[in-house]
């Protein structure tokens, strides 16, 4: 048997749950707030906040990777990354983004589309404080994205920047380095069903009245 041959033989069958209209909270962020919950209760994901980010980059070429979010409200999503990083730049030239969060063995998916903006310097620097001390120095060391020669010249540009803030001083973050606030104008919610007749249903940021409301739409699976 090919690789594909193997791939194609591959079937799972969705039966863990349903998602109704009766069912769905009244926004987005409580629908959300109740799944991720029950996501980190449910202890078979070893990080529920893991999340795919898709950026389109200054060549109009698509890259998606996973960043761990560290916060969320009724405003959006937070992660924090290097803003010279490849998705960086690619959210400096184009600042919008899609998200996933895959909770495979839920059997859930929630899918984010919507503007990206940094957050404030002072939400980056509490935020940073609370980081381990040597992830705090690797956010310094790292030069995200870009090549470098070996694993060492990382090594060594820690040890300087340990001997620069040894551990328990104060350690702020780098001018580079920050947040991002993901604000959604669509969040679809996926519970898989069985024979692929999966439920979504989707939060759509839509218009009425000239003042904008959200939409509650069931899309075909």
Do not use: C
Not at 77 to 83: G, L
Not at 134 to 141: D, E, F, Q, T, V
Not at 157 to 166: D, I, N, S, T
């Amino acid at each position: 048997m090919n690789g594909g041959e193997r791939v194609a033989g591959m079937r799972r069958v969705y039966r863990n749950g349903e998602l109704s209209e009766s069912a769905l909270a009244g926004t987005w962020w409580e629908q959300f707030d109740r799944w991720f919950a029950e996501a980190v209760e449910s202890g078979l994901l070893v990080e529920p906040n893991a999340m795919v980010l898709a950026t389109v980059g200054e060549d109009g070429r698509p890259a998606a990777r996973t960043v761990l979010m560290k916060g969320y409200d009724e405003h959006g999503f937070v992660f924090y990354t290097n803003y010279r990083s490849r998705k960086g730049r690619a959210l400096s030239a184009y600042p919008y983004a899609s998200l996933v969060f895959s909770w495979v063995p839920l059997e859930r998916q929630v899918l984010v589309g919507g503007t990206v903006r940094r957050v404030s310097r002072e939400q980056t620097a509490a935020y940073f404080a609370t980081r381990p001390f040597r992830s705090r120095l690797a956010a310094w060391a790292s030069p995200q994205s870009a090549v470098i020669e070996s694993r060492k010249q990382l090594e060594l540009a820690v040890a300087e920047l340990a001997a620069r803030w040894p551990e328990g001083t104060e350690m702020p973050p780098p001018a580079h380095w920050g947040g991002y606030l993901v604000i959604p104008d669509s969040v679809e919610f996926w519970q898989g069903r069985p024979d692929r007749l999966h439920d979504r249903l989707r939060f759509r940021l839509g218009s009425a009245g000239g003042s904008a409301e959200w939409l509650v739409e069931r899309l075909a699976p």
